[in-house]
């Protein structure tokens, strides 16, 4: 549907949402910029991801590491020799492409996980060409993601900017064990940026080369059955979790935890599907038919996860359901990778026995989110509103005079000064009232104070409503606490 995804990235570049990075110069292939809507947006989403998944429980701290990382890390935890995609490369133009993308796009059906033999192979069947050229494709070759780096001025030291967030919370487990008086479960997560050299990076903030991650991973005894203890059954009665198996990945099933675990799920599994399902549907207010849960297949997973499945929003903008997240249990495939080439043990003692910690990752990809929530949220009919949660607008109220005359902007500019110390407030004098409104709605602004004659005489201003334009008559004194609790609601 392109309409909706240039509806989208208009918006998010006339009014300082997302825009392509150095884009004076033309722009640079998978990397993008936040404007101050957008940085705003995105701050938002991560202290909601940051109180849901982190802050909620025991035991649970955000950290945060370098980007760099030495070779014998990364060596250490399979990505210097898994960490690929199929590179199919065009033997008349030179363009690259994903193989498995280029067979998605001709036959609509995932080729994701397939070899270089198999993509040659379907390549040839279908007869496909280069989408640019026309041109023969060369073979294909596996192509590591990784951008590799020469550190220090010789050059003589091997790294790698990190593919993802989470090993630097892996290199760091033993030291946080220590410093966290020895108790598991323990959650560390880190919200920050990752790196990949992606072949061919496409649909905006989908697919970038540079991109934020916010990451959780939750070391536990793969023995406690009743990990974690904070959640239990009864808490998730009448919740329909949104599958699609593997084996038909049109049909979205409602199961309860129950019936998940009767296919074969563990508990800590199914308990954070349903965690993080009520994170979009019931926090951020996602209808439920946009989201749904994926599984992967035994070809499809990443190399180092036991179960994987996907999280996805249905988005107009992108074609149907992408991914945004996943949830990932990575056993202990990390932990003792590192042990293997640290010789540094990274085994525990808790309940009695002696055993290397396994992890189940929570991964979001924040940007995906972000654009999740414009796609989602964007609507545009006679009037073109944002429909954000309130907590997430980037600005939370707007501020004007009904005239610029007889005063009404010198008390207008009193009323978002003092708001401005506790809110995201925007103070706007131009254009007719009308004009103001619509102007917020666009970019998903909640609520808009109107300060006109009768300010003046009684001290009270309009409140008005972004979806359903209502207006209230509220005390000046009391705004505080009046946009408090329509704000403050997560
Ligand atoms: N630590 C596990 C991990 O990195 P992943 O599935 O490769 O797993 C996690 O990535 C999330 O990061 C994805 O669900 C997606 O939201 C985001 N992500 C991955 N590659 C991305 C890219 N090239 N551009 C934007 N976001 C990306």
Known sequence: MPGRYDDIMSLSVRKGFIWPTADIYGGFGGFYDYGHLGAG????????????????????????????????????????????DVMAKCSNCGESFRGD???????????????????????????????????????TELFNMMFPLAVGPAGTDDAFLRPETAQGVYLNFKREFEALRRRIPMGLAIMGRAFRNEISPRQGTYRMREFIQAELQIFFDPEDEGFPSSMSLSDFDGLGVRVAFEEDRENVQALSCQELMDKGLPWFYVAHMAKVQSFYTDLLGYPPEKFRFAELGEDERAFYNKIHFDIQIDMGSLGGFKEVAGIHYRTDHDLSGHEKESHEKMSVSSGGRRFIPHVLE?????????????????????????????????????????????GLPELAREVYTRLRKEFDCFYDASGSIGKRYARMDEIGTPYCITIDHDSLKDNTVTVRERDTTDQTREGIDALPDVLRKLLRTF
């Open 362 to 406: 929570l991964s979001f990809g924040v940007d995906r989110n972000v654009w999740s929530l414009l796609d989602t949220f964007y609507k545009k009919n006679e009037r073109s509103i944002l429909k954000l949660p309130p907590p997430l607008a980037p600005i939370e109220a707007g501020v004007f005079p009904l005239l610029s005359k007889d």
């Open 41 to 84: 947006l995105k701050r938002k989403w991560e202290d909601a991801w940051l109180r849901h998944f982190v802050k909620s429980e025991d035991n649970y701290y955000l950290v945060d590491t370098t980007t760099i990382l030495p070779y014998r890390s990364l060596k250490a935890s399979g990505h210097v020799d898994h960490f690929t």
């Open 101 to 139: 993308q280029l067979l998605e796009d001709a036959t609509g059906a995932s080729a994701e996980g397939m070899s270089p033999d198999d993509i040659d192979a379907k390549l040839e069947e279908l007869r496909l060409k280069c989408p640019e050229c026309e041109g023969e494709f060369e073979a």
